[in-house]
């Protein structure tokens, strides 16, 4: 389902999906599509997966590992149902498993593609926040996906490794993708068999997974054009023919506690805040949002790109981010959605912008080829984009003093990965003043640039989870600043 007919961007509004009642103690199949590395074909073969189980006539419900905001969206037009991120390093392993519960109780499998290489999470001591680290949480199958050109034997070795590394891994079964042919899978299915090793699953001919259209922050943004209709159904043709989809679905035999938390019903007035949602502006945690929800919030959908205004009755504006730098020529145009932020903002309404939000809200975008289209101007500086990624990883906000998200001391983890830079400190501008110590990778910076008390612009995408009293902070500004 698409927020508006008109847009081929595809998004199931938090407030239309069914939420249903999970069963007590009923187990959820899972199978996890972990890879050794990035690039191996693990993306393409939960898509496969997925979009061939629910041809089946199965309800699938998927899950992406990690902070990714790309994946969701193709895992969520492979199976017909919104999809979410387990992270244990940004909610808690107590979230994850919880949030698998809830999301999995009226679905019959799940599956659940997995982050970089199999052991890769938010540490290199440790696999905390890793694809390994969800599936022991979930007690789910791992079906491990290997690049097998050019190897024969070799490719076992690799497989034990992984079988090896952590006593809790459970790889029930190998993908072997970029195969040279039936030969070349005897052969490995051979060298698994005499190690003791999880048998052979799949094997995927070079070719014969489409390729998937990709740009600098991994795959393009989900929607109709970019994974089609007939390219979802050639993934599970590509499935159906070189995988054992009946062994991978005796083997996903996970049964998970059910530890879904009933809905809490706000107890003050809802507070109406715009959601930012379109081609430009679409990467959003689906959980955060209904955390948003059950802190009171009417989450009420607009797209800058299209809409001439902002819809009637806002409270607060969240701004999300995305790709403004490639819609930025009708952002830009959209002069009449432009002048509705600003005065709505200069009205001492609360505005929360992330990432490409708080590109927005700058004085406008410099391509890398020069040219420059203006934006809103409310951060009075000017974003410029780079040829290479200026920020990628974990991070966490502890607030230095009163923010929408929360009183100074408190705190927030997210995810950073953006291209852009600011080309000027906005704290060297009158009225703005950093609200956040932003910790990453040891190393401590000022961020979360404040203007006044209404307006929060910051490159952190925060996943409100992991401090359900950021998203109630929130809720309650726009709440009062409502009734000012």
């Keep these: 389902m698409c927020a508006r007919q008109s847009c081929a961007f595809v998004y199931i509004p938090v407030s239309e999906k069914g939420r249903g009642v999970p069963s007590v103690n009923r187990p959820c199949p899972a199978i996890v599509a972990a890879g050794t590395a990035s690039g191996v074909g693990k993306t393409s073969m939960a898509l496969g997966l ?47 498993k919880n949030l698998y519960a809830r999301k ?106 489409p390729e998937l259209f990709s740009r600098h922050l991994g795959l393009m943004s989900a929607d109709t054009r970019t994974l089609t209709a007939q390219t979802i159904q050639r993934l599970a043709d590509a499935v159906e023919a070189h995988a054992d989809i009946n062994a991978l679905i005796a083997a996903a035999s996970s049964t998970v506690p059910r ?17 930012a949602m379109d081609e430009a502006f679409h990467f959003y945690y689906h959980d955060s949002l209904e955390t948003l929800e059950k802190a009171g ?63 927005y809200l700058s004085r406008g975008v410099e391509m890398a080829d020069g040219a420059r289209h203006s934006f809103a101007g409310i951060l009075p500086v000017w974003a410029r984009m780079r040829n290479s990624y200026k920020s990628l990883g974990y991070a966490e906000a502890v607030f230095s003093r009163d923010t929408l998200l929360g009183k100074s001391g408190g705190s927030v983890k997210g995810h950073m ?19 956040y110590t932003v910790r990453r990778k040891g190393v401590d910076a000022p961020e979360g640039f404040l203007g006044g008390r209404n307006v929060l612009a910051t490159y952190l995408h925060a996943h409100l989870v992991s401090h359900p009293a950021a998203a109630e902070s929130f809720v309650n500004r726009c709440r009062a600043a409502a009734h000012v």
């Design 50 to 96: 997925a979009a061939l189980l629910a041809r089946r006539g199965m309800k699938v419900q998927t899950f992406k590992v990690g902070p990714d905001f790309l994946d969701p969206g193709y895992l969520a037009l492979a199976s017909g149902r919104i999809s979410y991120n387990l992270d244990s390093w940004m909610c808690g392993a107590d979230y994850a």
């Design 104 to 209: 999995t109780a009226d679905a019959d499998i799940a599956v659940v593609e997995g982050v970089m290489g199999m052991y890769d999470g938010a540490e290199a001591a440790s696999s905390r926040g890793s694809t390994a680290d969800i599936a022991a949480l979930l007690g789910a199958p791992v079906l491990l996906a290997v690049n097998a050109r050019g190897a024969a034997r070799s490719l076992a070795a690799v497989v034990k490794g992984f079988c090896d590394f952590e006593p809790d891994a459970r790889i029930i079964g190998v993908a072997a993708n970029f195969c040279g042919g039936d030969r070349h899978a005897g052969i490995l299915r051979e060298a698994l068999a005499s190690a003791g090793l999880p048998p052979l699953l799949a094997a995927m001919p070079k070719g014969a997974l």
């Design 259 to 275: 530890k879904a938390e009933a809905a809490r019903a706000p107890s003050a007035p809802l507070a109406r805040i715009g959601v």
């Design 297 to 359: 919030a009417q989450l009420v959908y607009f797209s800058p790109v299209r809409d001439a205004g902002l819809p009637e009755g806002l409270d607060g504006l969240y701004l999300g981010g995305g790709y403004p730098e490639v819609h930025a020529q009708a952002l830009s145009r959209n002069t009449g959605m432009i002048r509705a932020v600003v005065e709505f903002a200069a009205a001492g309404h609360p505005v929360y912008a992330e990432c490409g939000g708080l590109i």
């Design 417 to 435: 990965f953006h291209y852009s830079e600011l080309i000027e400190d906005p704290l060297g501008c009158e009225g703005w003043q950093a609200s």
